[in-house]
């Protein structure tokens, strides 16, 4: 059974820094491309970085340049830095195998003064 458990969310003042963690367990982690999505209130999911299995890496326009995605395959973890974030960042960040359907609970991420 694929289980997926994002940490490290909270509450920092813009231009602050955070460090995301998704811990997974029941796949083959160093198989799978890992995603971090976004959903904020009243709007739609949305993918904010991607790490393939071989450590490539992909990020959505509205990140670039302020978060970097990684991962540890030994200890079967994802994580995501983000710097420099802004009320805009505000939102429920949720780790994805790509290809499989489960969700974590995501880890609420607000960006407030």
């Known amino acids: 059974q694929v289980q997926l458990v994002e940490s490290g969310g909270g509450l920092v003042e813009p231009g602050g820094s955070l460090r995301l963690s998704c811990a997974a367990s029941?796949?083959?982690?160093?198989?799978?491309?890992m995603d971090w999505y976004r959903q904020a209130p009243g709007k739609q999911r949305e993918l904010v970085a991607r790490?393939?299995?071989?450590?490539?890496?992909n990020y959505a326009d509205f990140v670039k340049g302020r978060f970097m995605i990684s991962r540890d395959n030994a200890k079967n973890m994802v994580y995501l830095q983000m710097n420099s974030l802004t009320p805009e960042d505000t939102a429920v960040y949720y780790c994805?195998?790509?290809?499989?359907?489960?969700w974590g609970r995501g880890t609420q991420v607000t960006v407030s003064s």
């Open positions: 994805k195998a790509r290809g499989l359907v489960s």
């Open positions: 029941g796949i083959i982690f160093s198989a799978y491309t």
């Open positions: 790490i393939t299995s071989g450590g490539s890496t």
